[in-house]
Structure formats: C-alpha cells, structure tokens
C-alpha cells in the first residue's frame, strides 16, 4: 500500500514539474518575444534648451517624476533591484559619462525613451514608467529632456539588466509593469501646456505620477508587488479626501499621516513628492478630492 501511495504521490509530482516547466517556458519564449519587438514609431523631437529657467523646470521634474529615485541622486544610475527570482534590474546612467548615454544621443533618442519606453533601436526599455511621461505636455517635456541632455557627465558602468524567473512570469500573468511600452498610445499627440494653477486639471495632469500605485482611478487596490500591502484609496472617499490643504501637504513632506501614521518611503514615496510646489500639492488635492 505504501509503494503504492509514493508511486501515486511521485506520478502527481511529476506531472506538476512538467506542467511548471511547460508554463515557465512558454513565459520566457513570450517575454523574450515582447522584449525584443520593434515598434515602428516616429516621434516628435522636441528641442534640447540651454535656457536657465528651462532647466530649472527640468530639474524640479525630474524629483517630482522621481528620476533620481530610480537612476540615483546624480542621475548617474544604480542597481535598482537584485534579487535572484526577480533578477538584476539597472536603472542606467543617464548622463553622458563613460558607462552611460553615447556622445550621439540626441533629442530624437530622449523623445523615444521618455514618451515612448523604447531604446534607439525601436525595442521596449524594461521598467521605465514611460507610460505617466508620455502624458506630459510639450514644455515640460521639453524641459526635462533639456535637462537630462545638459547634466553634467559622469562615469559609472554598469552590467546589463537580466530578468528572473518571477518577473518573467509576473510579465506574462500581466501583474508586472516589465514594458511600459506596450502601455502607450504611440499616436497620441502632446497638449503645449498645462498652466500651472490651484485647478482641478493641473491636478489631474499631476497626478499621472500617484496612477501607478493607486491606479487610475486613484482608489488603490491590490498590492503593486508580492510582499507590499495594499494601495490606499487617495480619492474623494479616501483618508486624503478628509484631510485639510495644510493636513496634505504635511503628510506628503513628511510622511506623516494627520491620524498618526508613519508611512514607509518605499511603500508611498514622500521623499519625491516633498518636492512638489505648494501650488501643485493644493491642485493635486483638489482633483483627489473631486474624484
């Protein structure tokens, strides 16, 4: 009986270890598939500025977007994720130093990565949010690319990004973001401006940046990634939606909740949005709570 039971018990096992196999195959021939497809896209090649003022609005976006939370506070990159089942993630030095962006790049390669998540060569960039900067007007973007394209040379190589098996498969169930491209209407055209004001548009255009985490109609949800809690509600309906002007932006300079409640940084990012203006902190209240 008991060779029976382990003959019938190693049968099941076997039968589990090729079908995992099976699927985990078919996860890696997919996302190698989708990783490696050229999207055929002409983008809009917005100029590169030297103009102080410009850059000063490029370097106020790139902390309020949180580039420097990802490529490193110097923008020079950093290893943003190693971890065997996840894989070695870089987010790549975006200055134009040894290890980082080729003398050549030019505004055309800085349109392609930024709205559209794609390398010059047309292929998908891994992780890169692409899909909130492709909302952005006109003259922000141009700012931003002028900066980036301005920043000062630094020298850092890294090795390349390799995906693992669980973000392989997170990829392929669609429960990780690994290619925003796929998330982007390519076609879309640029708005020129969003007038910076306490308005409820302005703070819908910003809250492109909070849409990742709490989704899109910014009520949360499921947790963004194993082992992470679940995303607050930020709307009308929400803890933020009770809270004063003053209440808001206090929590979101320093983490601190008005009912006492210290927030993980990286679980909600207030380190980025303590950089937001006063204006954009009230504008961007103002629409959570018309939601």
């Not at 990783?35 to 500025?49: C, F, G, N």
Request: charged share 25%.
């Amino acid at each position: 009986m008991i060779k029976k039971i382990l003959k019938v018990t190693g049968l099941i096992l076997g039968v589990l270890v090729v079908i995992i196999a099976g699927y985990y195959t078919k996860a890696h021939i997919s996302t190698n598939q989708r990783m490696h497809k050229k999207y055929a896209v002409t983008p809009q090649v917005l100029p590169i500025l030297n103009d102080s003022a410009v850059l000063a609005r490029g370097e106020h976006l790139t902390r309020i977007k949180s580039c420097d939370g990802c490529h490193g506070k110097d923008l020079g990159g950093k290893v943003f994720v190693d971890n065997p089942a996840l894989g070695l993630l870089i987010a790549p030095n975006l200055t134009k130093g040894k290890g980082g962006r080729p003398a050549d790049y030019n505004a055309e390669d800085w349109s392609l990565a930024l709205r559209h998540g794609l390398r010059r060569d047309h292929t998908p960039l891994l992780f890169m949010p692409s899909h909130e900067f492709t909302l952005m007007s006109e003259e922000d973007m141009t700012a931003i690319i002028s900066y980036c394209a301005n920043l000062q040379p630094i020298d850092r190589e890294f090795p390349e990004s390799n995906i693992g098996p669980l973000a392989r498969v997170l990829a392929d169930l669609d429960k990780l973001p690994l290619l925003p491209a796929e998330m982007i209407d390519h076609d879309r055209k640029m708005v020129k401006e969003v007038k910076a004001e306490i308005s409820t548009e302005y703070g819908k255009y910003l809250s492109t940046s909070c849409t990742g985490c709490h989704r899109e109609n910014l009520k949360g949800g499921d947790p963004v990634a194993p082992g992470y809690p679940e995303v607050a509600d930020i709307s009308g309906s929400g803890h933020p939606g009770q809270w004063t002007d003053e209440q808001f932006i206090q929590t979101l300079r320093t983490g601190v909740t008005p009912e006492g409640k210290t927030l993980n940084p990286e679980e909600m990012p207030w380190t980025m949005t303590k950089e937001f203006s006063d204006i954009e902190l009230r504008a961007l209240h103002l629409y959570l709570k018309s939601i």
